[in-house]
């Protein structure tokens, strides 16, 4: 839920704030549109990274990612900081990152005849997590007269949900990965033994057996 409450936040106000601090609307428009691009290559490396390197490892990477462009956004003062606005459409990328590990790491961790119902239990927690971001980010914004609380509230989120998904993803990954070996290891082992030279050499072993 961390994970989406964090993102929601960012996406449902990240235009208005832009726009309060002078930028024009075609302006957003366009590097809304760069970030959305950032957003979908991160998904494409983060999953093949998360193969690599583990689930946990890439989300936690995106999760910094992330969190160093909400401080670019929260620093936002005037159209002359757009290099910070650059910056914080870029991090998509790490939101990317992160989205790609959001069915892998339940995978990992609940795999077995139940994992349709665990990851709509995930999905339905991720809906309320839009839920309360959305209505977190404005109240925050009413009460406050500023973003500022709101988007530090959405650090604390994704970094909270970088904490439990590295918590969670490594060891099931490693013995996952490990049973994949193994099982890895067995097959070729009985491609050998099948094959005419595996059954040659498993009948001259015997009968070396028996002479001896």
């Known amino acids: 839920m961390a994970r989406v409450i964090g993102y929601q936040i960012m996406a449902t106000h990240q235009v208005a704030h832009a726009v309060d601090r002078g930028f024009g609307q075609a302006t ?9 691009g950032c957003m979908m290559a991160g998904n494409l490396l983060g999953g093949w ?4 390197f583990g689930r946990g490892s890439v989300f936690a990477l995106g999760s910094i990612v992330a969190i160093v462009g909400i401080g670019c956004l929260t620093l936002l003062r005037s159209p002359d900081d757009w290099p910070l606005l650059l910056l914080y459409t870029a991090s998509g990328f790490g939101f990317g990152m ?9 995978a990992d961790t609940f795999s077995g005849p139940h994992l349709g119902a665990i990851l709509g239990v995930v999905q339905a927690g991720g809906g309320l997590g839009g839920a309360i971001g959305a209505f977190l980010g404005g109240w ?3 009460v406050t007269g500023n973003y500022r609380l709101a988007f530090a509230a959405a650090a604390i989120a ?10 969670a993803a490594p060891r099931k990954a490693q013995e996952t990965s490990g049973a994949i070996s193994r099982l890895g290891v067995l097959r070729a082992s009985l491609s050998y033994v099948s094959s005419p030279k595996g059954r040659k050499s498993c009948t001259s072993h015997g009968r070396s057996s028996r002479d001896s």
């Open 140 to 142: 925050l914004f009413d």
């Open 158 to 167: 994704v970094a909270g949900s970088a904490v439990a998904a590295w918590v």
């Open 28 to 36: 957003v428009v366009w590097l809304f549109a760069f970030g959305a």
């Open 49 to 52: 990274l998360s193969d690599q």
């Open 98 to 106: 992160r989205i790609a590990q959001l069915s892998a790491i339940p």
